[in-house]
């Protein structure tokens, strides 16, 4: 269990299981040893789940993990950091918990920022954000992804708000960024945090979604965009 061997040992000894869920005619999907069987009712799930592990432990010898398994809505039950929507024609959408753990990811990247240059703040961010684009580039979801991108710019607004430090340099940046005079010293003043600024207009119009692309930012939906069109 947990060894670079178990998917391919699961694979194979769970592959009877596969043939046996097809001679039955159910929908179904499996990674290794996590699978989801799609049935149209409640009861239909109850009485599929019973016969499974009736046969895992007849044929295959077998343990169904009871605490893992349970008969739920499509909808509510994420797969491999994929969710389905509740519509009448579900859409694949990225799990709450998969954007969870990204974000925690990036904060603890981001943790490290003070005291750099912005391109070498992104730098290391960026293969996260490429690599889980691509793995989430089925994803059908996309206002999900809106919100992921507008969070990260939203904590690189706050690296640099925070590297401004003082009320002067920060009136005096906001001007430089194409802020008249009296909204930036405004806005350089106005006493409130680091993350309130980094998320108000004055900030957003500083450094808009096209800088950020000029500084070479991964944008997830644009990402994902790119490569829907590609595949």
């Known amino acids: 269990q947990g060894g670079p061997l178990s998917p391919l040992l699961s694979n194979i000894l769970l592959n009877e299981l596969d043939r046996e869920l097809e001679r039955r005619g159910h929908r179904f999907v499996r990674y290794a040893d996590d699978a989801n069987i799609y049935v149209r009712s409640p009861r239909a799930g109850e009485r599929v789940m019973r016969s499974v592990e009736r046969f895992l432990n007849q044929r295959l010898k077998l343990t169904l993990n009871r605490d893992k398994s ?66 989430f580039k089925l994803t059908q979801g996309k206002r999900a992804l809106e919100i992921l991108d507008g969070w990260v710019r939203h904590k690189l607004r706050c690296v640099i708000w925070r590297q401004w430090k003082q009320p002067s340099t920060r009136a005096r940046n906001l001007m430089r960024l194409g802020l008249d005079e009296g909204r930036a010293c405004t806005s350089a003043f106005n006493g409130r945090g680091p993350w309130w600024n980094s998320g108000a207009s004055h900030m957003n119009q500083a450094l808009p979604k096209k800088l950020w692309d000029r500084l070479g930012l991964v944008s997830i939906l644009d990402t994902i965009n790119r490569l829907s069109r590609i595949t």
């Open 70 to 135: 349970r008969v739920a809505g499509s909808w509510m039950c994420d797969y491999l950091g994929y969710g389905m929507s509740w519509h009448q024609q579900p859409r694949l959408r990225v799990a709450t918990m998969s954007l969870g753990r990204l974000r925690d990811r990036l904060r603890g990247l981001l943790r490290k920022a003070r005291g750099h240059k912005m391109v070498n703040i992104i730098k290391p961010i960026n293969p996260v954000l490429r690599g889980w684009a691509g793995y």
